[in-house]
């Protein structure tokens, strides 16, 4: 099968023909039809996140339907349109895994780092840890819903009854959270680079009540922040733009160090924190929501081949919503 292939970190990723892969006990084979690029991807390549299997095919924001069962699999059947995200296997009986938070296991692997994901024509994955892909959504659209939409819902409950929210990095997925907050009837704030006025203008047509330049403060006080875009410089930026009692919220899984700051930002119980990958039950949760309101992704499509360009334009901030890798479209 085709694939691109990560060799090093700071490498291009390689076209590459590699073997079949062969689902095991337990796992479904996938036609991967889409599949969405996600910052993750980028810190993987970039060599941010220093423990990838190498060789690797990135990619866990995959839509794909089953073409083959492994030995035990029951409750998925051949011909199911179904999404595979990051979370790919957990232990389940760690202290985590018990607790309802098995997004936190010890020994979690992770779809497209320490498995194989979805920037190839098949892909292989624990049958336990796919999602059916709701109807209505054809494979292009689906695909950002798997990270994006999943980690952004994750961090909006995490941001909890915030009235007045700020989104910091309007990319894939804030353009998703903020379609979620205001079916909720709050208030959503957009902050972007300075200048980045197409991004300020995608947030004001999907709802955004104001839009501008994260580093000059906020209109009126936030209730909660949650912080997108990696850069550390925000965490003190968006403490400064939150009221007392507020929580500011950090989605990725990567960000550059965070500058000192006086500790009267935080005052006044500010809470700060991170949101750590996600639960099957995450997956659930936002999979029946997302077609009820109903969530609308804004996709730009790349070829297969053209994965590298596409790294390069998520880089660079150049996509308005998520850009996605088109493999072999079923539901167009
Ligand atoms: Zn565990
Ligand atoms: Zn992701």
Not at 79 to 98: A, D, E, N, S
Not at 138 to 159: E, H, K, N, T, W
Not at 244 to 267: K, N, Q, R
Request: aromatic share 6%; glycine share 10%; charged share 20%.
């Amino acid at each position: 099968m085709r694939a691109m292939v990560l060799d090093a970190a700071r490498t291009p990723l390689r076209l590459a023909d590699i073997a079949t892969p062969q689902p095991q006990a337990g796992q479904v084979l996938l036609r991967v039809h889409a599949c969405g690029l996600c910052r993750t991807d980028l810190h993987v390549v970039d060599g941010e996140l220093a423990h990838p299997k190498l060789p690797l095919v990135p990619g866990h924001q995959i839509v794909g339907t089953v073409v083959a069962l492994g030995d035990g699999v029951d409750a998925v059947e051949v011909g199911q349109r179904m999404g595979v995200p990051w979370l790919g296997w957990t232990c389940g009986t760690c202290r985590y895994c018990t607790s309802g938070r098995e997004n936190l296991c010890d020994r979690a692997r992770f779809t497209g780092y320490d498995i194989d994901g979805g920037y190839a024509q098949l892909a292989v994955a624990d049958a336990r840890f796919c999602l059916p892909i709701p109807q209505g959504y054809p494979d292009l659209q689906a695909a950002p819903l798997l990270c994006a939409g999943l980690i952004g819902y994750r961090s909006l409950v995490a941001a909890g009854d915030a009235e007045r929210i700020g989104l910091y990095g309007f990319g894939a997925a804030a353009h998703i959270v903020i379609q979620v907050a205001r079916h909720q009837g709050r208030r959503a704030f957009a902050f972007t680079r300075a200048g980045d006025v197409a991004s300020q203008q995608f947030a004001l047509r999907l709802g955004a009540e104001w839009a501008g330049d994260a580093m000059q403060g906020a209109p009126e006080a936030l209730d909660a922040a949650i912080i997108f875009a990696p850069a550390g410089e925000l965490v003190p930026a968006a403490l400064r733009a939150t009221a007392a009692g507020g929580t500011v919220v950090c989605a990725g899984i990567h960000m550059s160090d965070i500058p000192a700051f006086p500790y009267e930002i935080l005052w006044g119980e500010r809470v700060l924190r991170s949101v750590a990958n996600l639960t099957r039950r995450d997956g659930e949760e936002f999979l029946a929501l997302a077609p009820r309101i109903p969530v609308r992704t804004e996709v730009r499509p790349f070829p297969l081949d053209d994965a590298n360009a596409a790294l390069d334009t998520l880089r660079r901030g150049d996509v308005q919503g998520a850009a996605v890798l088109a493999v072999d479209l079923a539901v167009a």
